[in-house]
């Protein structure tokens, strides 16, 4: 069935350093969109990325799709103690809204 | 800002008794969604909902569940007979169009004893 793999679960940095989380599908995706869930909180939207290859920026994060649509990047510059929270990827594989989650990736960082 | 809001904030019921979960979408959206995360794990989709009507649902989502939207603006999750397993934090989800960004809800936790 329709997978999304997410690593790694969890990402434990230094203040200042940089946190990447990757995101992979067995099948082509329409689109994926990230999410950040701090704790006892609910996912909040950040990006969606529609276009093969497309490079999106926030700020100190760099999302990325790749070109054959199936695998995303999320890449943070120089964490702060308020990037903390869950990271989630989410594909869609049709024009419709229902969205596949991957796992999360934990992110915890230490100042 | 609009936002999604979701009702009981925490619910515990017994096996086997009836739940209803309440959540009013944001005002000019179309589709809503309910979502499931069992403590600690990842965010599952449970069914979306669009003029309506179901437009898609998980394999989660068997003959115990089901969606309404009894007025203009509740969506309600109905679960018929609570299984222990249904013990999880649900997430109503709404958005303008597909495939928008959706807004979340900031959830029921449901415990079911």
């Known amino acids: 069935g329709q997978q999304v793999m997410q690593i790694p679960q969890y990402q434990h940095v230094q203040e ?5 989380t990757y995101c992979n599908s067995s099948t082509t995706l329409s689109n994926i969109q990230w999410y950040k869930q701090r704790p006892g909180g609910h996912p909040v939207f950040l990006i969606q990325l529609v276009k093969s290859g497309e490079v999106k920026k926030q700020k100190r994060l760099t999302f990325q799709f790749g070109e ?3 695998n995303s990047s999320l890449h943070i510059t120089a964490t702060q103690t308020t990037d ?3 990271y989630f990827c989410a594909g869609s594989y049709n024009q419709g809204g229902k969205l596949i ?4 990736t934990e992110l ?3 100042p | 800002e609009p936002e999604v809001t979701q009702t009981p904030s925490h619910q515990v019921t017994q096996m086997g008794q009836e739940v209803i979960l309440r959540c009013v979408p944001i005002s000019n959206h179309l589709y809503f969604y309910w979502y499931r995360q069992i403590l600690g794990q990842k ?7 669009y003029n309506n009507e179901i437009s898609e649902k998980s394999e989660i989502f068997d003959d115990q569940f089901s969606v309404e939207r009894p007025d203009g603006s509740n969506f309600t999750l109905k679960i018929r007979s ?5 013990s999880a934090m649900y997430f109503c989800a709404s958005s303008e169009e597909q495939p928008y ?5 900031p959830g029921t936790r449901l415990t079911v004893t």
Do not use: I
């Not at chain 1, 200042?16 to 990447?20: L, P, S």
């Not at chain 1, 989650?101 to 999360?104: A, D, S, T, Y």
């Open chain 1, 68 to 70: 054959a649509k199936k």
């Open chain 1, 108 to 110: 915890s960082v230490k």
């Open chain 2, 101 to 105: 960004e959706q807004y979340f809800g």
């Open chain 1, 101 to 104: 989650f991957g796992q999360g």
């Open chain 1, 84 to 86: 903390v929270g869950t």
């Open chain 2, 82 to 86: 609570t299984k222990l397993e249904d």
């Open chain 1, 16 to 20: 200042g350093e940089d946190f990447t």
């Open chain 2, 43 to 49: 965010v599952e989709f449970l069914v979306s909902f």
